[in-house]
């Protein structure tokens, strides 16, 4: 569980609420139900038009994924690589062969299955970078389906208030009535901003650094396999893949990756 995104979403609507107590306003009075139809459903209905019927339900399955914290083993990862490689140069590239099966990372599994074909350097990083730009690509139409709903949202906000501002004229009769009228019209402007803002727009950011952090260790993956292919000493192959790393989390794992 990710702390960080509830202490963002429960932080921010703690602020918002305070800052309505103190303005002099009530959180009874920041609550409008035809606003909630006008602002949520119908920027979200709209999204229907923007993509399939499948990704529009699967969209809060997607933002989801903000309260998760994925770990994509990083240490992991350069210590099975420098043992590979240690491996292949004392027995040779075939002896991978092996112990294939029992590498649970797909992506590590097929590369080095198509280092054991024997298979040229240039074609496994064609193969393999190919296969790492379309899971990007994948990820990249949820995050933009998450982004147009907060673009979306402000936009239904000022209908919303439009809506408002057109009955409140259309009673102009009644004077102490525009007040509380104007009040009320401009919640959904209130209400799209917040969505926009507060929510979907912070949590498609989220799912962005997800993707970056996913890609970035699959380029690792893509570097290891290929220095394993080309013969190159584990060691210098395990420096070359801990430069991916942040310096903190390099020098948390350095001594133990690059241990004699």
């Known amino acids: 569980m990710d702390i960080a995104t509830i202490i963002?979403?429960?932080?921010?609507?703690?602020?918002?609420?305070?800052?309505?107590?103190f303005s002099g306003g009530s959180l009874r009075g920041v609550f409008d139900v035809p606003s909630v139809f006008m602002t949520i459903?119908?920027?979200y209905f709209s999204l229907w038009l923007c993509a399939p019927i499948s990704r529009c339900i699967g969209i809060f399955r997607i933002m989801g994924r903000a309260f998760r914290i994925y770990d994509f083993g990083e240490k992991q990862i350069i210590q099975n690589m420098v043992a590979l490689s240690e491996k292949a140069r004392r027995e040779g590239i075939l002896a991978l062969e092996d112990g294939l099966d029992d590498i649970e990372d797909t992506f590590m599994r097929n590369g080095l299955r198509l280092v054991v074909d024997g298979t040229d350097g240039q074609v496994i990083r064609s193969i393999m970078e190919n296969e790492m730009n379309q899971c990007e690509a994948r990820?990249?139409?949820?995050?933009?389906?998450?982004?147009?709903?907060?673009?979306?949202?402000?936009g239904f906000g000022m209908m919303g208030t439009?809506?408002?501002?057109?009955g409140m004229l259309r009673n102009m009769e009644d004077k102490s009535a525009i007040g509380p009228n104007m009040a009320v019209a401009l919640i959904t402007t209130l209400y799209g901003s917040l969505m926009a803002n507060w929510i979907i727009g912070p949590i498609a950011q989220k799912l962005i650094g997800h993707n970056a952090a996913e890609m970035r260790t699959k380029e690792m993956v893509i570097e290891g396999v290929l220095a394993i292919q080309a013969g190159e000493n584990p060691r210098i192959m395990a420096q070359k893949l801990l430069t991916y790393l942040d310096p903190v989390a390099r020098h948390a794992i350095e001594a133990d990756v690059l241990k004699d």
């Open 41 to 43: 459903g119908g920027s």
């Open 162 to 166: 439009v809506v408002g501002l057109i």
């Open 139 to 154: 990820h990249m139409t949820w995050i933009s389906l998450v982004n147009q709903w907060a673009g979306l949202a402000p």
């Open 8 to 21: 963002g979403i429960i932080g921010g609507g703690a602020c918002i609420m305070v800052s309505v107590i």
